[in-house]
């Protein structure tokens, strides 16, 4: 339980964003993973920040009299960054980070808690309120340094499935099922959120408002966006806009395997039209640019593949 108010950094302000960006089609967005920013061995900031929130805004890091860490991501000319998932994520034991022999990497798509900042980031893991602080000193830094914050969320599944918070909670509510009984797997790890239902809607919009009016997080990367239905969607950019309206909300326009969410219900890319103002990345313009992402004997243009011609 915590009183917000009391771990605010000196000057934090509320609803503070970078005035950098009138359009959403005018975000340049630099993709960015919390740990690897400064955990190469050329990293050469302080210890205590290697791999942690606090990593992201140290400054006068070079390599070879080039900079790195945050003073290179300003010189990038980005006006967003996105972070891969911060939210509390499974996987990564935050009792082992003292132990030099242990890998701490994951990628962060295992959802543990949707609403705490991720323990192994901060400085103390233990200290619940250190991460909170960590973090809002970190979109602080860079809205002063005119960079907006974007986060990728994963609301489309949960890291456990029976033994899941939200199962534990309501058995079989928050979790689409087969005909069988068992959980559908539209996410390709185990199972998939109801964002159709009231309750599981309601649980996603109070979390990104969250997000947005206390930590100041400018637009959100939805994981696997077709298993959300297209008027959960809806009602999400309808509610974050309203406190800003050039926070961006964008996703990927497909699922990782089936689901029983009808497929007009689905927020893919068929359904595009649907949902107004929410951005979506194209995989069809991706791979006729640089060939397929499963099968490396289909080439794209890049290789001199135009149509069905190929070019020696």
């Given amino acids: 339980v915590v009183d917000f108010g009391q771990v605010n950094p000196e000057g934090f302000k509320y609803n503070d964003r970078a005035n950098n960006i009138t359009n959403h089609t005018d975000a340049i967005i630099y993709e960015l993973h919390v740990r690897d920013l400064s955990m190469h061995e050329s990293w050469n900031g302080s210890d205590?920040?290697?791999g942690k929130?606090?990593?992201l805004i140290e400054t006068g890091t070079s390599y070879q009299n080039l900079t790195t860490g945050f003073d290179h991501i300003k010189d990038l000319g980005v006006t967003h960054i996105q972070l891969i998932p911060i939210f509390d994520f499974?996987?990564?034991?935050?009792t082992k980070l003292d132990d030099k022999n242990y890998n701490a990497f994951n990628w962060g798509y295992m959802p543990l808690h949707f609403?705490?900042?991720e323990g192994s980031y901060s400085?103390?893991?233990?200290?619940g309120l250190t991460r909170v602080?960590?973090?809002k000193q970190v979109t602080m830094a860079y809205n002063e340094n005119n960079l907006r914050l974007n986060m990728d969320v994963v609301y489309n599944h949960t890291g456990l499935s029976a033994d899941s918070n939200f199962n534990l909670i309501l058995p079989g509510y928050y979790h689409r099922k087969t005909e069988s009984g068992a959980f559908s797997n539209g996410s390709g790890t185990g199972n998939e959120t109801a964002s159709e239902r009231s309750m599981m809607r309601k649980f996603m919009i109070d979390s990104l408002l969250m997000w947005t009016k206390e930590y100041n997080i400018s637009g959100y990367r939805f994981d696997l966006m077709a298993l959300h239905d297209v008027e959960t969607m809806n009602q999400i950019y309808q509610a974050l806009t309203a406190i800003d309206p050039t926070i961006m909300v964008y996703g990927e326009p497909w699922m990782g395997g089936s689901s029983p969410l009808p497929a007009s219900q689905q927020a893919g890319k068929v359904n595009l039209h649907l949902i107004e103002g929410v951005g979506a990345f194209?995989?069809?313009f991706r791979d006729a640019m640089k060939g397929s992402v499963f099968n490396k004997e289909d080439a794209g243009f890049i290789q001199g593949v135009y149509g069905a011609q190929k070019v020696n």
């Fill in 90 to 94: 499974g996987v990564v034991d935050e």
């Fill in 133 to 135: 602080k960590e973090l």
């Fill in 123 to 127: 400085n103390d893991p233990y200290d």
């Fill in 115 to 117: 609403n705490v900042p």
């Fill in 48 to 50: 205590e920040n290697r």
């Fill in 282 to 284: 194209n995989d069809d």
């Fill in 53 to 55: 929130f606090l990593g």
